[in-house]
T-cell receptor
Framework: EDKVVQSPLSLVVHEGDTVTLNCSYE??????LLWYKQEKKAPTFLFML????IEKKSGRLSSILDKKELFSILNITATQTGDSAVYLC????????????FGKGTLLTVNP | KAGVTQTPRYLIKTRGQQVTLSCSPISGHRSVSWYQQTPGQGLQFLFE???????NKGNFPGRFSGRQFSNSRSEMNVSTLELGDSALYLC??????????FGPGTRLTVL
């Protein structure tokens, strides 16, 4: 059974700090890894990673995948209170059908 | 392009009733997936439809069913509701490059 484990489960930081969120996975037929941000509504897409070692970047957020060690990290630099959210990691099992397995998420709280 | 839309946004039902939720994907997306999100279990995959065919199913009882229409709109049905079915039900549509976009969700409360 596919499995995604995120750590830490929750994190409290001050504005301006840099945070690193972790996602490790086990999947029988890896296709891609997705990161989402969820505030008090539906998850919004951040990144899709398919290749090892290639950093994806969007503003203060960046992410990288290690397919050998089966993990990904999401970095947020110069955090702002608006970054407070649950960050979800999901892996896509590309087998014969497309199936997404989500981790439980990391709750990030950024205090002013 | 309009995003994924779901109706209704909120529902309150009682145990034993049944409910139908609706999802309209992003225009041009042919794949629709459904998820259940609860505080304890997180986001759990229910099923995926592509071109009116169910292609994949998660570990949920047969009370949970769905279908997809020729215009890619999808419905999800839950029969004989239980208290534990209270959750946020999310629908997501998938692009050709396999990025999933979520709708706003339907918050179901079972009393």
């Amino acid at each position: 059974e596919d499995k995604v484990v995120q750590s830490p489960l929750s994190l409290v930081v001050h504005e301006g700090d840099t945070v690193t969120l972790n996602c490790s996975y086990e999947v029988t037929n890896f296709r891609s890894l997705l990161w989402y941000k969820q505030e008090k509504k539906a998850p919004t897409f951040l990144f899709m990673l398919t290749s090892s070692g290639i950093e994806k970047k969007s503003g203060r957020l960046s992410s990288i995948l290690d397919k050998k060690e089966l993990f990904s990290i999401l970095n947020i630099t110069a955090t702002q209170t608006g970054d407070s959210a649950v960050y979800l990691c999901a892996v896509v099992n590309g087998g014969s059908n497309y199936k997404l397995t989500f981790g439980k998420g990391t709750l990030l709280t950024v205090n002013p | 392009k309009a995003g994924v839309t779901q109706t209704p946004r909120y529902l309150i039902k009682t145990r034993g009733q049944q409910v139908t939720l609706s999802c309209s994907p992003i225009s041009g997306h042919r794949s629709v997936s459904w998820y259940q999100q609860t505080p304890g279990q997180g986001l759990q995959f229910l099923f995926e439809y592509f071109s009116e065919t169910q292609r994949n199913k998660g570990n949920f009882p047969g009370r949970f069913s769905g279908r997809q229409f020729s215009n890619s709109r999808s419905e999800m049905n839950v029969s004989t509701l239980e208290l534990g079915d209270s959750a946020l039900y999310l629908c997501a549509s998938r692009s050709e490059v396999n990025t999933q976009y979520f709708g706003p969700g339907t918050r179901l409360t079972v009393l």
